[in-house]
């Protein structure tokens, strides 16, 4: 049983449930999908968990943040009317493009031939 974090009300049968659990040793972040259902024992409603979600590494806890840092920046941006920055349009650390321009690109100085 994982330790519950957040539950975000998706509509008024689901739920988005933010938890961490440990699974063969590994400590894990869980984003999931849980739906109401009758507990058969107990008759009550209770959450039950979808195969809907994404399970990260607690140690991909600093990558997760970020994403939702920048997600964060991009609605301010749209809000207050600024063109936000596509995903797509991100640009490479300047040494990074730079490598990949020379696999890519022919020597243009010396003819083809």
């Not at 024992?41 to 968990?49: A, E, I, L, N, R």
């Not at 997760?64 to 920055?85: A, H, N």
């Not at 493009?97 to 003819?111: G, L, R």
Request: aromatic share 6%.
């Amino acid at each position: 049983m994982g330790v519950p974090i957040k539950d975000i009300q998706r509509n008024n049968k689901e739920i988005i449930r933010i938890e961490v659990s440990e699974f063969k040793g590994m400590e894990l972040i869980n984003i999931r999908i849980w739906y109401q259902a009758i507990d058969g024992s107990t008759g009550d409603m209770v959450y039950k968990p979808t195969q809907k979600g994404v399970t990260l590494n607690i140690s991909e806890f600093a990558e997760l943040k970020d994403g939702i840092d920048r997600l964060e920046q991009f609605i301010k941006d749209r809000e207050g009317g600024v063109q936000p920055e596509q995903p797509g349009e991100a640009r490479l650390p300047d040494d990074e493009e730079e490598d990949d321009q020379d696999k890519d690109e022919p020597d243009t100085d010396e003819p083809a031939g």
